[in-house]
């Protein structure tokens, strides 16, 4: 019908075209002009589909371990639960963050049977509640912001949905049935920083930022002091993309090398980045400097266990992922989705560290294997509270 | 024959829309949607009680960014600037608002002349430029735009930062209840829906405003036959300098009011959370609605209801992205068809010209 539509518009505008006397030939080249713009954006718009398709069928099974099969209905019920998930500016794609809670909400829709719903935010605060409110409205039972800005959203959208279930991650909000899922970052940092100061052949390492903020430095801190822990004598060098309020340092790979390339440069052998998306530059920084200079450098992940993640993106870059820090929103996830399933939701904040496992250092790839006892030391100190990594700069 | 060539400008963003509407159409073919059954979603979608108090709220800075991008069109100065002089100008204000509390109306008076005195001063820095070192203001309102990025990014985090336990994001004090817009809800009896910014008021006095200063008044006259004429305008003894400077600070200073709906009526500080980008979307507008006060409203309703209207299509397996090409498709389109109405116009005033000497 449209396509009719679409042909009696395009005779109409030759029609105008003459009537105006526009000549023959302009006429033709408006035309021409129009279809090509519409070829144009045709083609755009049909790769970006393709483009996140790709991302979605890249989604590691990895991060999570085998689900448990408990939950799984045998019939379908007549109303499936509904899961809604309300990305970060970023989007799916990201290859950090926001993948990461989709693969956690991707696992719960196919465990569970639920009814998956997932929004991307335009820019600008309002937008947010508005999303969660189009969730709430459509009878979702378990709502997700994704990100700790949709703390203020949250505390304005949740007390008027007071029978479904609403979660934040790395935010906490006022309202009884939010839950607020935390992690300790700097815990796991300072296992990295432990991995880091036992690996180096330099004593000198790295840590690249993605956006000079307060949750940054909690990775910052954390990795700070695991690298004092083992050699107080190590150079470590800091950079960040960008300074807030610009959050452009989470999405951008051209200057994540850019910084990766400086620290290897001024001798750096390890980088470990809490970075997003940007990180992904600093593994092809780490590929670069060890191929042109004959000696391996590394670098370590962050949020998934990236030795899979980057990995089967971009398999030339596996080798020089050294350790991951993973920090479960996966996991989290899929718990406010299994607890939504069998009653037993609950609000308020909970935080996740290693003594829960939300938070760990990941030996995939192997190559600290060798160092895994005296990484567990440090590990079980800090799980018995004799050390207590430092989550805010002094 | 005047009515004619007024029917035909009418007809043109309609044309537009259609076509627009028909092409989007032809998109949602290809990726295998029913267009039909798209356009009806949105449209249930869009006409429900809280989408419509949601597509006003939206609408009201997009109309006066439109206007503020207008008065600069209206002498043929591009100022590209208002995305950056807005958001000076409300981070100004939203600092300064935050730091005392007097009465209500007062409050909000002074509030809205900080970020206007803000925002002119920020434009008039393009127009300064422009006529003492010839720098075009299309370049100049860019670069400043970029400074201006720089300077709220810097002072947001150090001078005007409140402290907090949200990750410490950098954001300015709340303002205080006196400094707060009351929404409109109880005057169109609407108490079960979000609130209504009361902002709408003021859209509407500056798009009278607009519209005054334009058609009524000397310097309007100035600037629309410099618009017209450049050459004619100076040569009628008009200072082509000074006009630049003031329509400079005038669309600055409608700049400065863009931010302050979602400031007074909605965020009630300034956090990296702020809406940016109103100040393009004002140009698509203004475009749109022809630097006209009525045909700019129109233009931001509509704008602001593609975009409300288009966030039921995610939950219907519909990129909602389909919204940004239609504003596209409409903006290409109607840019196109004004363009052959002016060479009709144009064509038929020759015309009838040859026939009354004919005669």
Same mark, same amino acid.
């Given at each position: 019908?449209?396509?009719?539509?679409?042909?009696?518009?395009?005779?109409?505008? @030759?029609?105008?075209?003459?009537?105006?006397?526009?000549?023959?030939?302009?006429?033709?080249?408006?035309?021409?002009?129009?279809?090509?713009?519409?070829?144009?954006?045709?083609?755009?718009?049909?790769?970006?589909?393709?483009?996140?398709?790709?991302?979605?069928?890249?989604?590691?099974?990895?991060?999570?371990?085998?689900?448990?099969?408990?939950?799984?209905?045998?019939?379908?019920?007549?109303?499936?639960?509904?899961?809604?998930?309300?990305?970060?500016?970023?989007?799916?794609?990201?290859?950090?963050?926001?993948?990461?809670?989709?693969?956690?909400?991707?696992?719960?829709?196919?465990?569970?049977?639920?009814?998956?719903?997932?929004?991307?935010?335009?820019?600008?605060?309002?937008?947010?509640?508005?999303?969660?409110?189009?969730?709430?409205?459509?009878?979702?039972?378990?709502?997700?912001?994704?990100?700790?800005?949709?703390?203020?959203?949250?505390?304005?959208?949740?007390?008027?949905?007071?029978?479904?279930?609403?979660?934040?991650?790395?935010?906490?909000?006022?309202?009884?049935?939010?839950?607020?899922?935390?992690?300790?970052?700097?815990?796991?940092?300072?296992?990295?920083?432990?991995?880091?100061?036992?690996?180096?052949?330099?004593?000198?390492?790295?840590?690249?930022?993605?956006?000079?903020?307060?949750?940054?430095?909690?990775?910052?801190?954390?990795?700070?002091?695991?690298?004092?822990?083992?050699?107080?004598?190590?150079?470590?060098?800091?950079?960040?993309?960008?300074?807030?309020?610009?959050?452009?340092?989470?999405?951008?790979?051209?200057?994540?090398?850019?910084?990766?390339?400086? @620290?290897?440069?001024?001798?750096?052998?390890?980088?470990?980045?809490?970075?997003?998306?940007?990180?992904?530059?600093?593994?092809?920084?780490?590929?670069?400097?060890?191929?042109?200079?004959?000696?391996?450098?590394?670098?370590?992940?962050?949020?998934?266990?990236?030795?899979?993640?980057?990995?089967?993106?971009?398999?030339?870059?596996?080798?020089?992922?050294?350790?991951?820090?993973?920090?479960?929103?996966?996991?989290?996830?899929?718990?406010?989705?299994?607890?939504?399933?069998?009653?037993?939701?609950?609000?308020?904040?909970?935080?996740?560290?290693?003594?829960?496992?939300?938070?760990?250092?990941?030996?995939?790839?192997?190559?600290?294997?060798?160092?895994?006892? @005296?990484?567990?030391?440090?590990?079980?100190?800090?799980?018995?509270?004799?050390?207590?990594?430092?989550?805010?700069?002094? | 024959?005047?009515?004619?060539?007024?029917?035909?400008? /009418?007809?043109?963003?309609?044309?537009?829309?259609?076509?627009?509407?028909? *092409?989007?159409?032809?998109?949602?073919? %290809?990726?295998?949607?029913?267009?039909?059954?798209?356009?009806?979603?949105?449209?249930?979608?869009?006409?429900?009680?809280?989408?419509? /108090?949601?597509?006003? =709220?939206?609408?009201?800075?997009?109309?006066?960014?439109?206007?503020?991008?207008?008065?600069?069109?209206?002498?043929?100065?591009? =100022?590209?600037?208002?995305?950056?002089?807005?958001?000076?100008?409300?981070?100004?204000?939203?600092?300064?608002?935050?730091?005392?509390?007097?009465?209500?109306?007062?409050?909000?008076?002074?509030?809205?002349?900080?970020?206007?005195?803000?925002?002119?001063?920020?434009?008039?820095?393009?127009?300064?430029?422009?006529?003492?070192?010839?720098?075009?203001?299309?370049?100049?309102?860019?670069?400043?735009?970029? %400074?201006?990025?720089?300077?709220?990014?810097?002072?947001?985090?150090?001078?005007?930062?409140?402290?907090?336990?949200?990750?410490?994001?950098?954001?300015?004090?709340?303002?205080?209840?006196?400094?707060?817009?009351?929404?409109? =809800?109880?005057?169109?009896?609407?108490?079960?829906?979000?609130?209504?910014?009361?902002?709408?008021?003021?859209?509407?006095?500056?798009?009278?405003?607009?519209?005054?200063?334009?058609?009524?008044?000397?310097?309007?006259?100035?600037?629309?036959?410099?618009?017209?004429?450049?050459?004619?305008?100076?040569?009628?003894?008009?200072?082509?300098?000074?006009?630049?400077?003031?329509?400079?600070?005038?669309?600055?200073?409608?700049?400065?009011? /863009?931010?302050?709906?979602?400031?007074?009526?909605?965020?009630?500080?300034?956090?990296?959370?702020?809406?940016?980008?109103?100040?393009?979307?004002?140009?698509?507008?203004?475009?749109?609605?022809?630097?006209?006060?009525?045909?700019?409203?129109?233009?931001?309703?509509?704008?602001?209801?593609?975009?409300?209207?288009?966030?039921?299509?995610?939950? =219907?397996?519909?990129?909602?992205?389909?919204?940004?090409?239609?504003?596209?498709?409409?903006? *290409?389109?109607?840019?196109?068809?004004?363009?052959?109405?002016?060479?009709?116009?144009?064509?038929?005033? /020759?015309?009838?010209?040859?026939?009354?000497?004919?005669?």
């Amino acid at each position: 019908m449209s396509t009719i539509l679409f042909i009696k518009v395009f005779l109409y505008l @030759q029609l105008v075209g003459q009537g105006v006397k526009v000549t023959r030939m302009k006429s033709k080249w408006l035309i021409l002009f129009m279809v090509f713009s519409l070829f144009l954006v045709a083609c755009g718009g049909g790769s970006d589909e393709a483009a996140v398709e790709e991302v979605v069928d890249e989604e590691p099974a990895e991060t999570l371990d085998a689900p448990a099969t408990t939950a799984a209905p045998a019939e379908p019920e007549e109303d499936p639960m509904g899961i809604c998930l309300v990305l970060d500016i970023g989007g799916l794609g990201d290859l950090s963050f926001n993948d990461l809670a989709y693969a956690g909400y991707e696992k719960a829709v196919a465990d569970f049977g639920m009814e998956g719903t997932f929004l991307e935010p335009e820019g600008g605060g309002e937008n947010r509640g508005e999303l969660l409110e189009l969730c709430a409205e459509a009878g979702n039972d378990l709502i997700i912001g994704n990100g700790f800005l949709f703390d203020a959203s949250m505390n304005e959208v949740a007390p008027n949905y007071p029978d479904t279930n609403f979660a934040i991650t790395d935010g906490v909000a006022e309202p009884g049935n939010v839950r607020g899922m935390l992690f300790n970052h700097a815990e796991g940092s300072f296992l990295a920083g432990v991995a880091a100061a036992l690996k180096t052949q330099t004593n000198n390492v790295g840590f690249l930022g993605g956006v000079d903020f307060p949750l940054i430095h909690e990775f910052e801190q954390g990795f700070i002091a695991g690298v004092k822990a083992v050699n107080p004598d190590i150079e470590i060098q800091i950079g960040y993309a960008t300074v807030a309020p610009d959050f452009g340092g989470f999405n951008d790979q051209v200057k994540g090398k850019e910084i990766a390339l400086a @620290q290897y440069e001024a001798g750096a052998d390890i980088i470990y980045h809490a970075a997003g998306g940007t990180g992904t530059g600093m593994f092809e920084a780490a590929k670069e400097v060890s191929e042109s200079t004959g000696s391996k450098v590394w670098g370590i992940g962050v949020d998934f266990d990236q030795y899979y993640q980057v990995g089967n993106a971009l398999p030339e870059l596996q080798e020089y992922i050294l350790s991951s820090m993973v920090k479960s929103v996966d996991v989290s996830i899929y718990n406010a989705a299994k607890a939504t399933m069998e009653g037993t939701f609950t609000g308020g904040a909970s935080v996740d560290n290693l003594a829960t496992g939300g938070i760990y250092l990941s030996y995939s790839g192997g190559y600290i294997d060798d160092i895994k006892d @005296q990484i567990d030391s440090y590990k079980e100190k800090i799980m018995s509270g004799e050390i207590v990594p430092p989550s805010a700069r002094p | 024959m005047k009515m004619r060539f007024r029917l035909v400008s /009418v007809s043109a963003p309609i044309i537009a829309l259609t076509i627009s509407f028909g *092409l989007s159409s032809l998109i949602l073919l %290809i990726i295998g949607k029913d267009p039909y059954e798209t356009f009806k979603i949105m449209f249930e979608y869009g006409i429900r009680g809280k989408s419509i /108090v949601s597509i006003i =709220n939206r609408s009201i800075p997009l109309y006066i960014s439109a206007i503020a991008v207008a008065v600069g069109f209206k002498m043929g100065l591009f =100022n590209i600037g208002v995305e950056g002089q807005y958001l000076m100008g409300s981070l100004v204000a939203a600092y300064i608002g935050a730091q005392f509390s007097i009465i209500t109306p007062l409050h909000i008076l002074f509030i809205i002349i900080v970020a206007v005195a803000t925002s002119s001063l920020w434009a008039a820095i393009a127009g300064y430029l422009k006529v003492e070192k010839g720098i075009h203001e299309v370049i100049s309102t860019i670069m400043l735009n970029y %400074i201006g990025t720089g300077l709220i990014a810097y002072s947001l985090t150090t001078i005007f930062d409140e402290p907090n336990s949200n990750y410490d994001l950098p954001r300015t004090k709340e303002l205080p209840e006196t400094g707060k817009m009351p929404p409109l =809800n109880k005057f169109f009896n609407i108490e079960d829906l979000q609130d209504l910014h009361g902002f709408l008021v003021i859209a509407v006095l500056v798009g009278i405003f607009y519209y005054w200063l334009v058609w009524k008044t000397t310097l309007g006259f100035d600037l629309r036959i410099t618009g017209s004429n450049p050459i004619a305008a100076k040569f009628s003894g008009i200072n082509p300098n000074k006009l630049v400077v003031i329509a400079m600070i005038t669309s600055g200073g409608f700049a400065g009011l /863009v931010g302050l709906g979602p400031l007074l009526s909605y965020f009630h500080r300034y956090t990296i959370d702020f809406p940016t980008g109103l100040g393009f979307a004002g140009i698509g507008v203004a475009l749109l609605g022809r630097n006209h006060p009525f045909g700019m409203a129109v233009g931001a309703l509509l704008f602001a209801f593609l975009q409300r209207s288009a966030q039921i299509l995610d939950l =219907n397996d519909v990129p909602k992205e389909i919204e940004q090409m239609m504003q596209a498709f409409i903006l *290409l389109i109607v840019v196109v068809f004004y363009e052959v109405i002016r060479r009709f116009i144009v064509k038929q005033q /020759v015309k009838d010209a040859s026939k009354r000497s004919d005669e």
